[in-house]
């Protein structure tokens, strides 16, 4: 299968593009440049079977009006170029494979994928455009997915990367009071959703990319110290992440339990369903 990706040089991206390389599958970039000329996007998706689109600013950044800026016109930009080159396409790829998060859902409650009760701040009101955005490519020649990814763990990069010296100097703990949600899912499982649905024809609509088994972010820290055999006690207070990171606190102070209804129903058989099995497989380089 020749498949054209957007964000391919990002974390999940690069995941993506060397298993899918592995087992025989052709990827090729949508650059920058691209997106910002119809005729070259139009070629990069020629003869292609699909589209996974991936681009996006990162959000774990301050939120400065600037950046917020950059993270709507990285998503909504690049998925309208995308989508408008899908449809002037006489033979256009069969599937795309837009990207959201499971931020779209309201906080601090349980959600699946049928949940009407959807968060209305910045970060959840751009989910929601963005899902718009990419449903427009929809067809009779081309199937629409939209994947909602939860906390995405792997051990060369995302949240892992930045949180795994810290908890080995001894200085990991909680995020606020820990309670909040953590809905998450190993690189793999996430790798194999992928493949799943590109794949099978009859698959399409909304995806929750997480695993089954939700938890805290109390529960993620004490695991992940234990996993590292490093204590865990520390916290980092509510006000001093609102003084670094500003609004984008949110991210890190707020979260739902959020469950892969559609995957289950679907026959999906997770490799890691429980946190302690991925954080063992990541930590101990059996990814």
Same mark, same amino acid.
């Given at each position: 299968? $020749?498949?054209?990706?957007?964000?391919?040089?990002?974390? #999940?991206?690069?995941?993506?593009?060397?298993?899918?390389?592995?087992?025989?599958?052709?990827?090729?970039?949508?650059?920058?440049?691209? %997106?910002?000329?119809?005729?070259?996007?139009?070629?990069?998706?020629?003869?292609?079977?699909?589209? @996974?689109?991936?681009?996006?600013?990162?959000?774990?950044?301050?939120?400065?009006?600037?950046?917020?800026?950059?993270?709507?016109?990285?998503?909504?930009?690049?998925?309208?170029?995308?989508?408008?080159?899908?449809?002037?396409?006489?033979?256009?790829?069969?599937?795309?494979?837009?990207?959201?998060? #499971?931020?779209?859902?309201?906080?601090?409650?349980?959600?699946?994928?049928?949940?009407?009760? *959807?968060?209305?701040?910045?970060?959840?009101?751009?989910?929601?455009?963005?899902?718009?955005?990419?449903?427009?490519?929809?067809?009779?020649?081309? $199937?629409?997915?939209?994947?909602?990814?939860?906390? #995405?763990?792997?051990?060369?990069?995302?949240?892992? +990367?930045?949180? @795994?010296?810290?908890?080995?100097?001894?200085?990991?703990?909680?995020?606020?009071?820990?309670?909040?949600?953590?809905?998450? %899912?190993?690189? +793999?499982?996430?790798?194999?959703?992928?493949?799943?649905?590109?794949?099978?024809?009859?698959?399409?609509? @909304?995806?929750?990319?997480?695993?089954?088994?939700?938890?805290?972010?109390?529960?993620?820290?004490?695991?992940?110290?234990?996993?590292?055999?490093?204590?865990? &006690?520390?916290?980092?207070?509510?006000?001093? *992440?609102?003084?670094?990171?500003? +609004?984008?606190?949110?991210?890190?102070?707020?979260?739902?339990?959020?469950?892969?209804?559609?995957?289950?129903?679907?026959?999906?058989? &997770?490799?890691?369903?429980?946190?302690?099995?991925?954080?063992?497989?990541?930590?101990?380089?059996?990814?």
């Amino acid at each position: 299968m $020749r498949i054209a990706m957007s964000g391919a040089n990002g974390f #999940v991206g690069r995941y993506l593009s060397k298993r899918l390389v592995e087992n025989n599958h052709e990827i090729v970039a949508i650059t920058r440049q691209a %997106i910002k000329d119809e005729s070259s996007l139009l070629a990069t998706l020629k003869k292609c079977d699909a589209v @996974i689109n991936l681009a996006g600013a990162n959000i774990s950044e301050r939120w400065t009006p600037l950046h917020k800026k950059a993270m709507t016109s990285s998503r909504l930009e690049t998925t309208k170029a995308i989508v408008n080159a899908i449809k002037a396409m006489q033979t256009p790829p069969r599937v795309l494979i837009s990207t959201s998060a #499971v931020g779209i859902y309201e906080n601090g409650k349980e959600h699946d994928e049928t949940s009407p009760e *959807l968060d209305d701040g910045f970060l959840g009101n751009l989910a929601k455009e963005w899902e718009k955005e990419a449903l427009n490519a929809k067809s009779a020649n081309t $199937r629409v997915a939209i994947f909602r990814f939860g906390v #995405v763990l792997g051990r060369s990069g995302g949240a892992l +990367e930045q949180m @795994i010296p810290i908890f080995k100097l001894g200085l990991g703990g909680t995020l606020g009071d820990g309670k909040q949600g953590f809905s998450w %899912i190993h690189i +793999e499982d996430l790798y194999r959703a992928y493949v799943a649905v590109l794949e099978d024809e009859s698959k399409e609509g @909304i995806y929750n990319l997480c695993a089954p088994n939700p938890i805290s972010n109390a529960e993620f820290t004490k695991e992940l110290g234990k996993v590292l055999g490093r204590p865990a &006690f520390f916290r980092a207070p509510s006000f001093v *992440l609102k003084l670094k990171f500003g +609004e984008g606190a949110t991210i890190l102070l707020e979260g739902s339990k959020v469950y892969p209804k559609k995957l289950l129903s679907e026959d999906f058989s &997770f490799f890691y369903p429980k946190i302690e099995q991925a954080l063992d497989a990541i930590i101990n380089q059996r990814e």
